[in-house]
Nanobody, 129 residues
Framework: QVQLLESGGGSVQSGGSLRLSCEAS????????MGWFRQAPGKEREAVATIDRHGSTNYADSAKGRFTISQDNSKNMVYLQMNSLKSEDTAMYYC???????????????????????WGQGTQVTVSS
């Protein structure tokens, strides 16, 4: 059974940092592509960052230089370190997984939520200015 569980969200002031964690079941972690998406109220879910099982990463332009996606294979964990947070980063953040690698090889601006079959429940991030 595929299971993803996010944690680490919360409220922070502009300029602050948060680290999101995604705990994956052992089966899930055999998947080839993991991603973080976010969805703000009234907006579509958008890809923030992806990482494949070899450690190759991609970032949305809005995340470059501020966010870092990483994984710890020994703990079946995927992380999203978010620094220099802005009010526009306020959203529900979701961890996603796919059993194929190609979403991680796709230009992230063209990557939609339909490409990932497995999702966590989400963790809320609120950034106040």
């Amino acid at each position: 059974q595929v299971q993803l569980l996010e944690s680490g969200g919360g409220s922070v002031q502009s300029g602050g940092s948060l680290r999101l964690s995604c705990e994956a079941s052992a089966y899930t972690f055999s998947m080839y592509c993991m991603g973080w998406f976010r969805q703000a109220p009234g907006k579509e879910r958008e890809a923030v960052a992806t990482i494949d099982r070899h450690g190759s990463t991609n970032y949305a332009d809005s995340a470059k230089g501020r966010f870092t996606i990483s994984q710890d294979n020994s703990k079946n964990m995927v992380y999203l370190q978010m620094n220099s947070l802005k009010s526009e980063d306020t959203a529900m953040y979701y961890c996603a997984a796919d059993s194929v690698i190609w979403p991680c090889q796709t230009a992230i601006q063209a990557l939609g939520p339909d490409e990932f079959p497995y999702w966590g429940q989400g963790t809320q991030v609120t950034v106040s200015s």
